[in-house]
């Protein structure tokens, strides 16, 4: 979205513009998560990839350009006098993939069990081991962007820019290494692993620190 920095072409690592790529980096997943958490077991994993990449390549980049670009029609009250004040993506995020997961809750219906007969509320049995396997990769995943943000040893003295680009680029390793591997099993066997989507996420980050440049 946009005519500048594609891909990140032209931010400049002496300023904070690599801290603020990872920062919307950090809330375009966190918008989708909203949407998958409500959907989760009951929508097609086709179904769920393509509204990933729709609400973070499309419609995220809108909302957030609307409220917190400084020449934007809702950031500062230029545009028929509104402005729009939004304190840690309250309104960004959540309005954005509450508005989507709403939609979507709505086409699908309640998960299975979730509802009696009379329509009341029934408690739903813990029946997956797969998030304690989640719980137990997190951890050194979200580690990483210190190990790495302050190996560079210039996360003070007005270096914190640098620091920003290496968190980043943690990231996209780690992201490029989880999806490596998720595809190759999907594609092979077509099953759906995510075992093997921590497992290449934890390998991206060991990748990516090797080779990691700034």
Same mark, same amino acid.
């Given at each position: 979205m946009g005519t500048t920095n594609f891909f990140e072409e032209g931010l400049n690592v002496?300023?904070?513009?690599?801290a603020g790529f990872f920062f919307q980096w950090t809330f375009a997943s966190a918008t989708c998560t909203i949407v998958s958490g409500?959907?989760?077991?009951?929508? %097609? +994993?086709q179904g769920c990839l393509l509204s990933a990449v729709?609400? =973070? $390549?499309?419609?995220y980049p809108m909302a957030v350009h609307w409220c917190w670009s400084s020449d934007a029609w809702l950031a500062n009250g230029a545009h028929n006098d509104i402005a729009f004040f939004d304190f840690a993506g309250s309104g960004v995020v959540h309005v954005t993939g509450d508005s989507i997961a709403f939609m979507l809750i709505n086409v699908i219906g309640a998960r299975a069990g979730r509802f009696n007969e009379k329509g009341e509320d029934q =408690? %739903?049995?813990p029946h997956n081991v797969l998030p304690a396997c989640c719980c137990g990769n997190s951890p050194?995943?979200?580690?990483? +962007?210190? +190990?790495?943000?302050? =190996?560079? %040893?210039?996360a003070s003295g007005g270096n914190s820019a640098l620091a920003g680009r290496v968190c980043a680029i943690t990231a996209i390793g780690a992201s490029a290494g989880g999806l490596t591997a998720f595809f190759i099993i999907y594609f092979r066997r077509c099953f759906i692993n995510l075992e093997v989507l921590m497992n290449g996420m934890l $390998?991206?980050?060991?990748?990516v620190t090797a080779e990691l440049r700034f």
């Open positions: 002496a300023t904070t513009d690599w409500a959907g989760a077991e009951r929508y %097609l +994993f729709m609400l =973070s $390549a499309v419609v =408690s %739903l049995s050194p995943d979200h580690g990483w +962007f210190g +190990f790495n943000g302050g =190996s560079v %040893l210039a $390998a991206g980050c060991v990748w």
